[in-house]
């Protein structure tokens, strides 16, 4: 090959590498603190000003008196679930049994929320999802009696409804609002609407806020305790895709593979011409 | 004709030591490539981390987009060897764009290939009319053309200066892919290299990496692999085999004309 052949394919290489190169620094995103489990696939949520005390074998943050822990069980039905969560990290009280409500779908799948009992100490509540046969469990425990719930939102479209039936399912049966904050308060990014409800002489305050066709309410409690819901939202799991991949390589080899084999036996074919028309000439000399 | 132009495959042969130096130099990179091929594959399947949001089909992208561009270069040096044939009309510029149409579309196949099984889990379909996507399709539909219109012409020159200026306009089908999503607001496919000209924002970075470490390691290590060794190597090897055939059609041409 010429010396001017030879130059115009380096040309050609580096046009062609001009082009894969040619980047634009992108903008750095914010990169959020995440609990991901080494192998359960299951990633949680930290939000900030949460202490994380995780282990490689679970995911558990605290914040003032609200502890929330998040583990994963292979297969298994979600009350077994809930009750080995319960008795590995609040043994004391284990011998809660939960009301399991209605599912509720939300972007990142469906969500049953445990209500237990409330107890003296505070309350406990627990959020499950089962994916590809295993069981995924939040719970929290509150010291400041904090209860998270999220329900689709009531037909007449009104936040004010729905925290009067979320207060409700958290036992404030008659509880009914009686004032709707007009500042919203921010907890991990997300701004809830403040409501006040009264049951009799009681007072209860809640916080809540729309995610779609869903309600997010915190009935009673601290405010920084509807960081459940976004920990709750942007809980995800890492899809298995694992067989889509070795599909892919066995691909790019079969293409590969084809083109190198067939190359292979178009020389073998050739040189077994060569060889016969070398043999030809010979015989003719 | 062509032996007046110096470029018969026969006139034409290298000397002893200069086609041994070639041959000691193509077995040093075909090795090279293969160990390339290895190392790649291993930065790729085990050292980078796993994309939290995908899971491990992700790694299909550390071959599914350098296969592109090495499918790129290739289509490329068809279009050089097209200049060069209809500057010179010398035989070897033929050959070059003949090994670089067959070599690309291999490549392009393996990209196509590899995007759709991406495709599968994460946008949960194997295939979508997609701007892009249609555009690499129609690119390799293209190039294909290309191999079946050059060998239904019987005359070596017609059929050389066909393939020549085929194998230039061509080339715009290359780039249609890479223009298209800076363009079209619609399309879904992102750009993950270079300027994005749209405000479509699946096209600005809708495929994020999230994954941990030894990513860029690991696509840097395949684009050396998959756009310069793999597509290097497989050209010279298909000129080598190409010349081969000539040879051979020179010696039986020889034989039936004495």
Known sequence: MSRRARLMIAAALLLAAGAAFAQEAEPQRDLVTLYSHPTERYHVFIPPGWRDDSTPQFAQIERGTTQIVARSFPAGDVEAALAQTLTEFLPNLADLTPTLLDPVTLNNGTWQIALYPPEEAGTLTGFVQRFEDVTYVLLMFSGADSRPIFLPIPADGSLSAAVEAAAGLAGFTDAAVINEGAEPVEVAGQAYTPFTLTQGALEINAFARTVGGSAFVLVHGLPDDAAIFSIVLDFFITPETTDYLYLGVAATAIVLGLLVFSMFLRARALRADLRTLQQLKADAA | ?258
């Open chain 2, 1 to 258: 004709m062509e032996a007046a132009r110096g470029a018969h495959p026969l006139s034409a042969e290298m000397p002893a030591s200069q086609a041994r130096t070639g041959t000691i130099a193509l077995t040093v990179l075909t090795i090279l490539t293969i160990f390339g091929v290895i190392f790649g594959l291993y930065m790729g399947l085990v050292r980078a981390g796993t994309d939290i949001d995908q899971g491990s089909v992700q790694r299909i992208f550390y071959i599914h987009m350098p296969s592109f561009f090495g499918a790129m270069l290739a289509f490329g040096a068809a279009v050089v060897g097209g200049i060069m044939y209809l500057r010179t009309r010398q035989h070897k510029w033929d050959t070059l764009s003949l090994a670089g149409v067959e070599i690309g579309i291999a490549l392009a196949l393996v990209n196509l290939v590899t995007g759709a099984i991406w495709a599968r889990p994460i946008w949960n379909t194997w295939w979508n009319w997609d701007p892009r996507l249609t555009a690499d399709a129609i690119m390799v539909l293209t190039y294909a053309a290309y191999l079946m219109l050059r060998s239904g012409i019987d005359n070596p020159d017609t059929r050389r200066r066909f393939a020549a200026v085929y194998g230039i306009i061509a080339f715009t089908s290359v780039l249609m892919v890479l223009i298209i999503p800076r363009i079209i607001p619609t399309t879904i496919h992102p750009v993950v290299i270079g300027p994005v000209f749209t405000s479509s924002e699946l096209a600005q970075g809708g495929f994020e990496l999230q994954a941990t470490a030894g990513v860029g390691a690991a696509l840097g290590i395949n684009f050396i692999v998959w756009m310069f060794l793999i597509p290097i190597t497989l050209l010279w090897h298909r000129i080598r085999l190409q010349n081969l055939a000539d040879r051979v059609e020179a010696m039986k041409t020889e034989a039936l004309s004495s």
